[in-house]
């Protein structure tokens, strides 16, 4: 037993278990969910049409975070604020969104941010938390967009969507997260996060929350090491 791991329940609730396949059906729905509640994770990321399903399953006990644009990002501003807005309506508590990465890549700066601006302001107070895709970024872009998303006022920023071009979570770029954006900003780490040595290592590198598939894989391994 390692003395220096975290405690298997309050680590639960960094985790944002995450079901986002276009193919999951609502039985799958309903076990995804009733595991979710059983380990008291932080929160369950869906896409919008299963939100008001999910948070029927999960009640107040796990939040339930709507994916927004996802995975692409290329519908217009206006489709997005209107998905924030129904998906509040639905029972969303939090949204992960999906920027136009091609307006950051041209050098669009103001629509990038004005865009992500206007999803924060459809929210209503609700978090905003936005996906980056790190791996078709260079250094100087992943600055960048972290840095007009905080002037936006997300809550948080992450690395990838986990499931379009974003690749895998890794040290260094969570660690580049957290140094471009202030303490107000959580950073969310996702994508190919599967075992808790892993998930251990972006948690040392600032990331606040961890968006996996794994997350019962991940609590079960740290109760198994602390003897529990």
């Not at 298997?8 to 969910?33: G, M, N, Q, W, Y």
Request: charged letters at 30%; a neutral charge.
């Amino acid at each position: 037993m390692d003395p220096k791991l975290p405690d298997p329940d309050a680590f639960a609730k960094r985790i944002h278990d995450t079901l986002v396949a276009p193919e999951a059906t609502a039985s799958e729905l309903a076990a995804f969910c009733a595991t979710a509640k059983k380990y008291r994770f932080g929160a369950v990321v869906v896409q919008g049409c299963w939100v008001k399903e999910a948070k029927g399953l999960v009640g107040d006990d796990v939040k339930v975070s709507a994916g927004v644009g996802f995975p692409m990002g290329g519908v217009t501003a206006k489709s997005k604020v209107a998905e924030i807005r129904e998906t509040a309506e639905l029972g969303a508590d939090m949204f992960d969104v999906m920027p136009n990465i091609g307006f950051l890549r041209s050098g669009m700066e103001a629509e990038f941010r004005d865009e992500i601006a206007a999803m924060v302001d459809g929210a209503g107070g609700r978090p905003v938390r936005v996906m980056l895709e790190f791996t078709i970024l260079d250094r100087e872009q992943k600055v960048r967009a972290a840095k007009l998303s905080e002037q936006a006022g997300v809550a948080g920023v992450k690395n990838s969507s986990g499931w379009g071009r974003g690749g895998p979570a890794t040290v260094d770029d969570i660690r580049l997260l957290r140094e471009s954006v202030s303490p107000r900003v959580h950073v969310k780490a996702s994508g190919g996060i599967r075992d808790l040595d892993n998930a251990l290592s972006l948690v040392d590198a600032g990331a606040d929350f961890l968006g996996t598939r794994a997350g019962v894989a991940i609590i079960d391994e740290l109760r198994e090491r602390l003897g529990r």
